[in-house]
């Protein structure tokens, strides 16, 4: 099992709409910042407007400053299709030089989401990348993040665990669930149940 490679475009489902966690992605590659064409009426007018006396009297942010949030807004939303809990890693590489060479690439970084924004590396050649992000999933792939496992000891029966309805003070014995679909019977259950005795109760109340 090789994995695959999918391509995508910026402000597009697969960019912004559609969960990658764990072993659905470990890395992600962002080529350029997508900020709107210039040449686009809207983006024009919407800049022009937000520079204008008018808007920084109503305190709206400056046309180019709305320009570039725009880009980074859906810049963020790309970068973070990988890491989507506390124990999710991945690479994140950001293809552009102006988070490099440029002049404006301290500008570039603190636009970039607080969560990352001080884990960024800088390599003049991606050849250079190439051992650090070696080392990077040799790393987490012997020690993956996450609670330490949980080890039982106890060797006795396991016993029956009850459960007593919101609705209802009858008391139930089951053994515990073992599957995740057992384990949404039962809630899908529970909720009939209290949706019957919900409706029993209005009958008697008139209502």
């Known amino acids: 099992n090789k994995g695959a490679l999918m391509l995508a475009v910026y402000r597009g489902k697969v960019s ?3 969960d990658f966690k764990d072993d659905f992605a470990r890395a992600v590659f962002c080529v350029g910042i997508p900020f709107p064409s210039v040449g686009d009426v809207k983006v ?5 407007y937000n520079s204008s006396g008018y808007a920084r009297e109503c305190g709206l942010m400056p046309g180019g400053d709305w320009y570039s949030h725009q880009a980074f807004r859906a810049y963020n939303q790309a970068l973070g299709r990988c890491i989507r809990h506390q124990h999710d890693y ?3 590489f950001m293809v552009d030089a102006r988070f490099g060479m440029s002049e404006e690439a301290d500008r570039n970084k603190a636009m970039v989401s607080k969560w990352m924004r001080n884990l960024v590396q800088r390599f003049r050649d991606g050849r250079e990348s190439v051992g650090t992000l070696a080392e990077f999933f040799e790393r987490l792939t012997k020690n993956p993040p996450g609670p ?3 080890t039982c000891t106890n060797t006795q029966e396991t016993p029956a665990v009850k459960t007593v309805d919101a609705k209802s ?3 139930k014995e089951h053994t515990p669930l ?3 679909d057992e384990v949404l019977g039962a809630v899908d259950v529970t909720f009939t149940q209290a949706e019957r005795l919900r409706a029993e109760e209005a009958v008697r109340e008139g209502r």
């Open 44 to 48: 024009r007018l919407k800049r022009e």
């Open 178 to 180: 073992s599957t995740q």
């Open 90 to 92: 991945a690479a994140i």
């Open 16 to 18: 912004e709409g559609l």
């Open 169 to 171: 003070v009858d008391v």
């Open 148 to 150: 330490p496992p949980v």
